[in-house]
């Protein structure tokens, strides 16, 4: 299914997508998903899980804040979407700084997602090879983490999206790279983790692996428009929402290779 018109579909279905993400993320996080043309939930608590999951287009897991509360929602969340077949996105966000971060993020990977969003070190990371991170942030090139994200997709029958400068996608078999967005972008807190929210709205409209791209590519897009605008990453963000929203689907192609 080509970018733009997965674009175009998302903004006619408007999917109810299942965000459980960090508390610097729930914001503009939901934001970012409405100005795509979707409809985000932020719910997490455990006891709401087995009645709101089954609802929704698609799920996205974010373990930027994590505890076990959460944690407990998020395994419970994953398999009702793998009993369910329900597309899901799983953001494993800097799982190496703990053993307790690495043993969540390994368990909600073996519930099979349907993408694995991240940089370049959790990438790495997430096969058992050293990287750079430091913290959220990358300390690895794109680059340098292709190997490890063609393992992971085939090891677990998944797309993986290694986001940077130049974006990477691999099912195992397929790739594609996204150009484009801005230098302010990783200037904005919790962007990274809002572009895993709305992959999920973009997974629950078409398949995962031209889901991912067209994700990307509306991001990409996006961030390139809002810096022309913008006067700094303040400025960026307000500019960046408006650029979500008045994306043309026929742009999309542009940044893909």
């Given at each position: ?11 006619a ?7 459980i ?27 709401e ?29 994953a ?26 993020a ?38 340098a ?46 962007l ?36 022309t ?6 400025s ?18 542009k940044?893909?290779?």
């Open positions: 299914m080509p970018p733009n018109s997965l674009m175009t579909a998302l903004r279905q408007n999917p109810l997508v299942h965000c993400t960090n508390y610097v993320a729930m914001n503009i996080a939901a934001n970012v998903v409405l100005a795509a043309g979707a409809s985000p939930a932020m719910l997490h608590a455990e006891e899980i087995a009645d709101f999951t089954p609802l929704c287009g698609a799920l996205t897991i974010n373990i930027g804040t994590l505890s076990a509360p959460w944690l407990k929602s998020m395994r419970a969340a398999q009702i979407a793998q009993d369910r077949d329900l597309p899901w996105v799983l953001d494993p966000v800097a799982h190496f700084i703990s053993g307790y971060r690495r043993r969540a390994q368990a909600l990977l073996a519930l099979r997602p349907s993408i694995v969003r991240g940089n370049a070190s959790e990438i790495l990371a997430l096969t058992g090879e050293a990287g750079a991170g430091k913290g959220a942030d990358s300390g690895d090139s794109v680059e983490a292709k190997g490890a994200a063609r393992n992971l997709a085939k090891d677990f029958n998944t797309v993986v999206a290694v986001t940077g400068p130049v974006d990477f996608v691999t099912d195992g078999a397929q790739e594609a790279h996204v150009s484009g967005g801005s230098a302010l972008m990783p200037q904005v807190t919790a990274g983790c809002s572009l895993t929210a709305l992959m999920g709205a973009y997974a629950a409209t078409g398949p995962a692996f031209e889901a991912a791209i067209a994700c990307l590519a509306h991001f990409k897009v996006a961030g390139s428009r809002a810096a605008e913008a006067r700094g990453p303040g960026f963000q307000m500019h960046f929402l408006d650029a979500l929203a008045a994306a043309d689907p026929n742009e999309l192609p940044v893909i290779a």
